[in-house]
């Protein structure tokens, strides 16, 4: 099996010409997979995972009046140039992965008929915090809400609605002894996995994404794009035969997706490497 250190996934959308940390992930990937690739003499798999589920890319398409593939080819075409132009970072010999792959969709539900076999998801109808404006469910009770992502309200009510739960607590016994493992070395990332709800909801209103109609739920409903993005090791795995041994991430990526990564993740032993968040460039050429 060929080994990976890849950049956690990184939002496909157009709006991030400032945001130079969206970048240094890949550079800093990329000098890791070459010293590895020094090292054992071997060819190592360079992959990207673009995460293209995102209700920012939703709302710029729509803007746009333009079609997803015409959208994603433009601003990864984008994205690869800057790369060429600013790190010498070439797009060939890269293997490109969008969440919205065909081949990604099917591993991700086949993972989740697993999960409902083994009692460790569900489907039940739920008390959660709704958006009053949009009725979009948010969270379940016991979550503090600021604003709602879909239209940004601020006012909630509680309605009981048909949804797909994570059981996290028993995700946390099975998973103990990785866990202990965890903060024994890296006793700093405790307070992320505190974070985690109960029941953490895994479905989610949105126009795009994996759709969970096929387990009896809304077809508005799709599968949270944080979970796919959290099994990224698997996909890895599945796809290219590759073993994800390192993640080069930022402290909010790391905060969302790697206590679900931990838990969730059966192939899941990468080492986290974290990237500090840099200045915004106003004036950078960055694209």
Request: aromatic share 8%; glycine share 4%; net charge neutral.
């Amino acid at each position: 099996m060929k080994l990976s250190i890849s950049q956690a996934p990184i939002q496909a959308r157009a709006d991030t010409e400032s945001k130079l940390e969206r970048y240094l992930s890949i550079k800093i990937a990329n000098v890791y997979n070459d010293l590895l690739q020094n090292v054992l003499n071997d060819e190592i798999n360079k992959i990207d995972f673009w995460n293209t589920y995102c209700q920012k890319i939703d709302l710029q398409i729509s803007a746009q009046q333009t079609n997803e593939n015409e959208y994603l080819e433009n601003t990864l075409g984008a994205r690869y140039s800057n790369l060429k132009s600013y790190f010498n970072i070439d797009f060939d010999g890269r293997k490109l992965l969008l969440d919205s792959e065909e081949k990604v969709k099917d591993i991700i539900l086949e993972f989740i008929q697993l999960l409902i076999k083994r009692e460790l998801a569900f489907i039940g109808k739920i008390e959660l915090q709704t958006c009053k404006s949009c009725k979009t469910p948010i969270a379940t009770q016991n979550v503090n809400i600021i604003k709602c992502k879909n239209c940004g309200g601020i006012n909630f009510e509680l309605v009981k609605s048909e949804q797909m739960l994570l059981d996290v607590e028993k995700l946390f016994e099975i998973n103990a002894e990785k866990i202990n493992e965890i903060f024994a070395n890296k006793p700093w990332i405790k307070s992320f996995f505190n974070t985690l709800p109960r029941h953490q909801i895994i479905s989610k209103k949105r126009f795009r994404g994996i759709s969970v109609e096929t387990f009896g739920l809304s077809e508005q409903l799709k599968i949270d794009p944080k979970i796919i993005l959290a099994l990224q090791s698997l996909l890895y795995s599945e796809i290219y035969g590759t073993e994800l041994i390192g993640v080069v991430q930022g402290i909010d990526s790391i905060k969302n997706t790697f206590p679900l990564s931990v838990i969730l993740d059966p192939t899941f032993k990468a080492k986290i490497i974290s990237v500090p968040m840099i200045p915004e460039l106003k004036n950078s050429g960055i694209k």
